[in-house]
Every structure is written in structure tokens, then in C-alpha cells.
């Protein structure tokens, strides 16, 4: 096992200890937002068009994967057809453990949960598209999220004329990027709800609509194949 390797994996298990992950929450200094965009919704839930939006670093497995090289992140993003199947999945991200996530990539993009619902009419048909990006982005590429890749992705789908998504975060630091392209969501007319799994930072960045949850990194959706909590959490998203 090289350095880098053994340096990322100690990373990883260093943030399974919940008073290191809170440590880390409370002195990370987040980019701060005064003011909320907001976009009011003026249909039901079951008769919107819906995108998902993950920070997880998911990507069909034909695709080049994120640059894992940059110690400052990636700010690209990908595109997963909505009717993919999660066997042509898999995840380029080193910073959270996503063993559960290979299994069952539901836990940060619930695209089978979303169609489960869509069967039971709770929600309208879903965006060609969902995105993905690796949310562990730090300067310079942050302000390249913020200026070029979040408005790329928001663009398209109010092209597409979605309605409202749904943006699920994979650890500490992706709470920042999922916020930062709520907010660019958001300005483009589409009302949003973000799952926040570290809440201070959540709260420093200020997007519209935040369900909090108290689950490790990787687990937003809550536990792996567990359909029920995963669709009750979804459920509560769109309730917010």
C-alpha cells in the first residue's frame, strides 16, 4: 500500500469517531451567505418534474472519474441517466467510506427510492438527467462551482423544466456543495430541499430548504437496502 493510499484510509476512519466529525463541523469555517434565495412552489408535489442531485461522487462505471489527485477537489459533474441501473454505477470519491454505498448507491443518489414514489404517485416524473459531483471542492475550484459548474447544472434542468430537486450530501465537506448549488437552483427559478448532515456548515452556506439528519458520512439516506427508511426519509424531504 503506497503513502497516499494508507494517508487517505486513516482519513476515512478518522471520521467514523463522531468527536472527531464534530470537531471538524465546528472549526471548519464554511463560505458564509447573508441573505436566502427562495423559490416558491405553485404546484403539488405529485404533479412536479424532479431531479436528483448527489455530492457522492457517483458515475457510471463507462465514465472518467473525478480527479481524486487534486487535494483542492473537483468541480465537475456528471450526468446519470434517470433510469439507470444500479449495477452500471460506481463511486470515484476517497474521502467518506462508501462501501456501503457500493452496494446500495440509494444511501447518496436515491434514484430507485424516487421511482418506487414516482409508482405510488407521491411525485411527478423525474429530469433524462440526475447529477453528480464530488463534493470535496476547496479553492480555487470552489469559485469555479460557484460561477461555472452549479449554473451549467441548474441551467440545464430548468431547460428541462424541472420543478424541484432533491441534492444529498456524502460527507462533511459536500454540506458545503450541496448548499452552494441549492442556492444556484434556486436562482434559476426551481424550488429545492437539501439533506444537511453537518448542520453548522449547513447553516453558514444558507440554502432554502434543509432536512438535517444525524447519520455518518455516506449514510444520508439512512441505512443501506433499508427501502422503508429510505422512502420515509425521501417522504419528509418533500415535505419540508
Not at 2 to 11: F, I, Q, R, S
Amino acid at each position: 500500500m503506497d503513502k497516499e493510499t494508507l494517508l487517505d484510509k486513516l482519513w476515512v476512519m478518522l471520521f467514523r469517531i463522531p468527536i472527531v466529525k464534530n470537531f471538524w463541523a465546528q472549526s471548519y469555517k464554511a463560505v458564509l451567505f447573508d441573505r436566502v434565495p427562495w423559490t416558491k412552489l405553485n404546484k403539488p408535489i405529485s404533479a412536479c418534474k424532479i431531479a436528483l442531485f448527489t455530492t457522492g461522487g457517483i458515475l457510471l462505471k463507462t465514465e472518467e472519474g473525478f480527479d481524486l489527485n487534486d487535494p483542492q477537489g473537483d468541480s465537475s459533474f456528471r450526468r446519470i441517466p434517470h433510469d439507470v441501473s444500479a449495477e452500471d454505477l460506481t463511486i470515484s470519491h476517497k474521502y467518506y467510506d462508501h462501501r456501503d454505498a457500493d452496494r446500495d448507491p440509494n444511501l447518496i443518489l436515491p434514484f430507485e427510492v424516487l421511482r418506487e414514489l414516482q409508482a405510488e404517485g407521491l411525485v411527478g416524473a423525474s429530469s433524462p438527467y440526475h447529477y453528480s459531483f464530488m463534493g470535496h471542492i476547496e479553492e480555487p475550484h470552489l469559485t469555479t462551482l460557484i460561477q461555472e459548474s452549479a449554473v451549467e447544472a441548474a441551467k440545464e434542468i430548468k431547460q428541462q423544466q424541472v420543478d424541484i430537486a432533491l441534492l444529498v450530501p456524502a460527507w462533511g465537506l459536500c454540506n458545503q456543495t450541496v448548499g452552494l448549488i441549492q442556492r444556484e437552483i434556486e436562482r434559476q427559478g426551481i424550488s429545492t430541499v437539501g439533506i444537511s448532515i453537518v448542520r453548522k456548515v449547513t447553516e453558514s452556506v444558507k440554502p432554502p430548504r434543509t432536512y438535517h439528519l444525524k447519520y455518518p458520512f455516506g449514510h444520508a439516506m439512512g441505512e443501506a437496502f433499508n427501502r422503508p427508511q429510505q422512502k420515509q426519509i425521501f417522504r419528509d424531504c418533500l415535505a419540508v
